[in-house]
């Protein structure tokens, strides 16, 4: 199984967009995908249609209460995609593994030798804490979302020092599958010019698919759904279908099951 996590620490840049719709678009392909949130807040289970009742076991069970990935993982109305939900409990796994030798590798113990999946999706939150540091030691690659905002770039260099440290820590073979633009508006000149900077400091790393700001990816949670299931030919569904088509050209293939 390769494990994407999809981590920034500022809220609200579209991590949870992003895991929810490039996930399903995966699903579609074809990949037999899990989406596992790792988020107190729990935005991508709602947004699967996992309402916080039927979430009877979670992320924080398979983090701090030893439960397996097969045990707290529940399917979604999409074929191919399921999802690992996260509730608020989830908030004090940080406090709770603290004192624990493998505070930062929990993750990565439960994820290995796991079958079900050809690929795993984290939804992290926004931070840089404990949680995002078990992603980032139990992921492959991670893959950044960046709002195209003025402070875009600073953000990303903190990320960046994460990374490094986590790569020679915990997990040498960490790789960044790319950055993807989100919340674009054509209309707006800064934007434009954050894009432009980001292409020109990071090169290939960033996508050539880019996020527009899209009212139907911000709608669709409120029904549970997907953006692409929702409404998959408006303008965000469809990038993040491209995103998808890219994501898949640049992961290793001989990893997906058969
Ligand atoms: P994060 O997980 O990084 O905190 P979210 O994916 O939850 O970010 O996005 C934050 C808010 O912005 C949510 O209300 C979401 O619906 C909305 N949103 C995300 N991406 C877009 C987009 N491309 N266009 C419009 N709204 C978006
Ligand atoms: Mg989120």
């Given at each position: 199984m390769i494990c994407v996590a999809i981590a920034n620490q500022k809220g609200g840049v579209g991590k949870t967009t992003t895991a929810i719709n490039i996930a399903t678009a995966m699903a579609a392909a074809g990949w037999k995908t899990l989406l596992l949130d790792?988020?107190?807040?729990?935005?991508?289970?709602?947004?699967?249609?996992?309402?916080?009742?039927?979430?009877t076991h979670t992320s924080y069970d398979l983090l701090v209460e030893g439960a397996s990935v097969d045990d707290c993982t529940f399917p979604t109305s999409i074929p191919n995609l399921d999802v690992l939900p996260a509730t608020v409990d989830l908030s004090g796994a940080e406090l709770e593994l603290v004192g624990e030798e493998d505070r930062a590798e929990r993750l990565r113990g439960r994820l290995a030798g796991h079958r079900g999946h050809d690929i795993c999706f984290i939804d992290?939150?926004?931070?840089?804490?404990?949680?995002?540091?078990?992603?980032?030691?139990?992921?492959?690659?991670?893959?950044?979302?960046?709002?195209?905002?003025?402070?875009?770039?600073?953000?990303?260099?903190?990320?960046?020092?994460?990374?490094?440290?986590?790569?020679?820590?915990?997990?040498?073979?960490?790789?960044?599958?790319?950055?993807?633009?989100?919340m674009f508006d054509r209309r707006n000149r800064l934007t434009d010019q954050v894009a432009d900077d980001v292409r020109e400091c990071l090169g290939k790393l960033v996508f050539d698919a880019v996020i527009p700001r899209n009212v139907r990816l911000s709608e669709a949670p409120s029904?549970?759904?997907?953006?692409?299931?929702?409404?998959?030919?408006?303008?965000?569904?469809?990038?993040?279908?491209?995103?998808?088509?890219?994501?898949?050209?640049?992961?290793?293939?001989?990893?997906?099951?058969?």
């Open positions: 790792l988020d107190p807040q729990g935005n991508a289970s709602t947004g699967l249609g996992l309402p916080s009742s039927m979430r992290c939150p926004p931070s840089l804490g404990l949680l995002t540091l078990n992603a980032l030691t139990a992921a492959d690659t991670l893959l950044v979302p960046l709002q195209c905002e003025f402070f875009a770039l600073e953000g990303l260099s903190q990320l960046l020092q994460t990374v490094e440290r986590v790569q020679g820590r915990f997990n040498a073979d960490l790789g960044i599958i790319g950055i993807v633009l989100t029904h549970g759904l997907p953006a692409l299931v929702y409404d998959h030919s408006c303008a965000g569904s469809r990038a993040y279908m491209a995103l998808a088509r890219e994501l898949i050209g640049r992961l290793p293939q001989q990893r997906k099951a058969a």
